[in-house]
């Protein structure tokens, strides 16, 4: 009978040690794909996010993310920070690395790491389009940016085009053709469709516009932090406007610094474009959402 005890006492100090330590899991590295709507909900940390120890567990997610003189937490990328598995409800530009800290009833604390890279398509707001003669050939052009690389494209309609799967295609339409392109980044990411007008008449009068400068709005979809932040050396006679999708302008305003604090200046839910001109020639353009 004793030996029978001293067995099942040692098995008992083993099981203690192999399944009493507490581990903590904060997840898989994932990659979310943002549409012009904004986050689709995502749910981070382990299944289970921890084990062993002693319960109750707390826990602890941080994060920081600074753009200019802001600094953004996980509070601010998450919808509860003190949860074991919290929604991603804003995402960054950049690759965040979100940091779990958990303690047991006994103050043990283990600590893992999770990073989570938000894969979003950029637009520009120049209008590309061009008149040619019938018989002449055109480049087409897009207003589709980044998204994770290599992008590979998909273009419409398949008719008088030379390779409907590059960027930027050659096209000699006989008639007017509007030529629809979407992307797809390397995780299956999909942009939204850009469209290329094409008019075909005797005069060959081509246009071109340029946007050469680099603007963002953080955070976006709007609240009441946020700003435009653009590029730029010196920002003397440079006008916002923003458009709503009826084509009404809602803000004129003048923009003297490489921000501008758009937060509290749009009231009304939806999705708007914004120019930034200097001297009447647009050098930025972009969209945000209100929610």
């Known amino acids: 009978m004793k030996t029978q005890f001293t067995i099942f006492a040692i098995l008992i100090l083993i099981s203690s040690r192999l399944f009493g330590q507490l581990t903590i899991d904060a997840g898989n590295d994932t990659i979310i794909c943002i549409s012009v709507w904004g986050v689709d909900t995502t749910v981070i940390g382990g299944n289970p996010t921890a084990i062993g120890g002693t319960e109750p567990y707390s826990y602890a997610w941080e994060t920081n993310y600074t753009i200019g003189s802001n600094s953004f937490g996980a509070s601010y990328f998450l919808d509860d920070s003190?949860?074991?598995?919290?929604?991603?409800?804003n995402d960054a530009p950049e690759k965040l690395k979100f940091i779990l800290t958990v303690s047991d009833n006994d103050?043990?604390?283990?600590?893992?790491?999770?990073?989570?890279?938000?894969?979003r398509f950029a637009y520009t707001l120049v209008d590309y389009f061009a008149n040619i003669n019938q018989g002449d050939t055109v480049t087409l052009m897009h207003n589709?940016?980044?998204g994770i690389e290599p992008l590979s494209f998909s273009w419409t309609p398949n008719y008088n085009i030379s390779d409907t799967s590059v960027s930027n295609p050659r096209a000699w339409p006989d008639i007017d053709t509007d030529y629809q392109v979407i992307a797809m980044d390397s995780l299956g990411c999909v942009s939204e469709p850009d469209i290329f007008e094409v008019s075909v008449n005797p005069l060959g009068i081509s246009m071109n516009k340029k946007v050469d400068s680099k603007s963002i709005v953080f955070p976006n979809p709007i609240d009441s932090k946020s700003k435009i932040y653009i590029h730029g050396n010196q920002f003397t006679d440079y006008i916002?406007?923003?458009?709503?999708t009826s084509g009404q302008t809602v803000l004129s305003d003048k923009m003297d610094s490489d921000s501008y604090n758009i937060g509290n200046k749009i009231n009304k839910s939806g999705l708007y474009v914004y120019l930034i001109l200097n001297n009447r020639k647009i050098v930025s353009s972009g969209q945000f959402i209100k929610r």
């Not at 003190?82 to 409800?89: F, L, S």
């Not at 916002?240 to 709503?244: C, F, Q, Y």
């Open 107 to 119: 103050e043990t604390q283990m600590q893992d790491s999770v990073n989570i890279r938000f894969s």
């Open 144 to 146: 589709i940016g980044l």
């Open 240 to 244: 916002i406007k923003v458009i709503n």
């Open 82 to 89: 003190t949860k074991a598995n919290p929604k991603i409800v």
